[in-house]
């Protein structure tokens, strides 16, 4: 198992109103739903739902599904 730091936060994109999980350290540019620009709004906060700075992501083993 492989543990991690990240900067974690829960965007609602201003366009459509899709929720983004998002762990990048940079803004994302486009919203991935609608594809319009939502970076000079996200940088705000005012869409910002949650925001934990040291957050961890835990990656295990990948597993094999059985067809």
């Known amino acids: 198992m492989t543990t991690e730091k990240v900067n974690f936060r829960l965007f609602q994109m201003p366009c459509c109103g899709q929720l983004l999980c998002w762990v990048n350290p940079r803004l994302p540019n486009h919203c991935p739903e609608c594809g319009l620009r939502v970076y000079t709004e996200l940088k705000t906060e005012a869409h910002t739902l ?16 059985k067809a």
């Open 50 to 65: 949650q925001h934990v700075p040291e957050a961890w992501l835990k990656l295990g083993a990948p597993q094999k599904v």
